[in-house]
T-cell receptor, first 114, second 112 residues
Framework: DSGVTQTPKHLITATGQRVTLRCSPR?????VYWYQQSLDQGLQFLIQ???????AKGNILERFSAQQFPDLHSELNLSSLELGDSALYFC?????????????FGPGTRLTVL | GEDVEQSLFLSVREGDSSVINCTYT??????LYWYKQEPGAGLQLLTY?????DMKQDQRLTVLLNKKDKHLSLRIADTQTGDSAIYFC????????????FGTGTRLQVFP
């Protein structure tokens, strides 16, 4: 158990809908990262937040957005869902002490878009 | 580009050693990581190596780093059936040390 929690574990929805994925980082971790794992794209970095502010952006679509709240939990919002958005979405967290940091991953949320 | 390459499959007999290879892209990457993903589960950090090291050993795991060839390997000694999983290498590129670039993953199958 990494200490990172994600809810829900599974999510099934229809095209065009909007969903919110939630992540609670390990106690004391200030940084939260979101990743998408799909069969065709592999594991891709989406976005990072540090202490409430966006820090780095990866291959995140404009239909997707994220935020980190004062209690440091984070939410990933996916809108206008398409079939191709079906994937496993991981959240990771780190203390953020700079270059010695390592990321610890949650169990993921499996999103199925029908 | 950002392609971190791994072979897709590896099959070994229980008790033998497994060697999983990875070729990464950024010669200035500060840290290189190995993650394990069991079926239906998230990613588990196995080990990592700092770029100024050639080797790191952690119990049954040995990581070898060849910076000149940008080649990383993970050796699992005395491989057990519980080691069956997908193994991902990942690099932390110098242009954004907060980002991880993952390889395609190697599916390790251990048979009795």
């Amino acid at each position: 158990d990494s200490g990172v929690t994600q809810t829900p574990k599974h999510l099934i929805t229809a095209t065009g809908q909007r969903v919110t994925l939630r992540c609670s980082p390990r106690s004391g971790d200030l940084s939260v990262y979101w990743y998408q794992q799909s069969l065709d794209q592999g594991l891709q970095f989406l976005i990072q937040y540090y202490n409430g502010e966006e820090r780095a952006k990866g291959n995140i679509l404009e239909r997707f957005s994220a935020q980190q709240f004062p209690d440091l939990h984070s939410e990933l919002n996916l809108s206008s869902l398409e079939l191709g958005d079906s994937a496993l979405y991981f959240c990771a967290s780190s203390v953020d002490r700079g270059k010695t940091d390592t990321q610890y991953f949650g169990p993921g949320t499996r999103l199925t878009v029908l | 580009g950002e392609d971190v390459e791994q072979s897709l499959f590896l099959s070994v007999r229980e008790g033998d050693s497994s060697v999983i290879n990875c070729t990464y892209t950024d010669s200035s990457s500060t840290y290189l990581y190995w993650y394990k993903q069991e079926p239906g589960a998230g990613l588990q950090l196995l080990t990592y190596i700092f770029s100024n090291m050639d080797m790191k050993q952690d119990q049954r795991l040995t990581v070898l780093l060849n910076k000149k060839d940008k080649h990383l390997s993970l050796r699992i000694a005395d491989t057990q059936t519980g080691d069956s999983a997908i193994y991902f290498c990942a690099e932390s590129p110098s242009y954004n040390t907060d980002k991880l670039i993952f390889g395609t993953g190697t599916r390790l199958q251990v048979f009795p």
